[in-house]
Nanobody
Framework: QVQLVESGGGLVQAGGSLRLSCAASGGTFSSYQMGWFRQAPGKERAFVARISWNGISTYYADSVKGRFTVSRDNAKNTVYLQMNSLRPEDTAVYYC?????????WGQGTQVTVSS
């Protein structure tokens, strides 16, 4: 069983930056593909980015490509989401996700609010 705890959310002005972290415990972190998702008010949870177990492969939603960067530190059991050039439409609760072929594990989420 993997436990995930997100942090780093907050209120930022449009054009600003935030760095989200997701700390994992209870499993072999380095064996999991890690992902970031977000859920805006009144909308379904949507994919943002993912990174392979070894950090070599990354993939992004078109809406964040070129602005967000996902990375991981397997020695610290942590995955990051660097968010630059933030826009009001990036406002959402951001969740991290761990997957290894079976059921996915989710964190509790961290709120990101971008003011215009």
């Amino acid at each position: 069983q993997v436990q995930l705890v997100e942090s780093g959310g907050g209120l930022v002005q449009a054009g600003g930056s935030l760095r989200l972290s997701c700390a994992a415990s209870g499993g072999t972190f380095s064996s999991y593909q890690m992902g970031w998702f977000r859920q805006a008010p009144g909308k379904e949870r949507a994919f943002v980015a993912r990174i392979s177990w070894n950090g070599i492969s990354t993939y992004y939603a078109d809406s964040v490509k070129g602005r967000f960067t996902v990375s991981r530190d397997n020695a610290k059991n942590t995955v990051y989401l660097q968010m630059n050039s933030l826009r009001p439409e990036d406002t959402a609760v951001y969740y991290c996700n761990a997957q290894r072929g079976g059921p996915a594990y989710w964190g509790q989420g961290t709120q990101v609010t971008v003011s215009s």
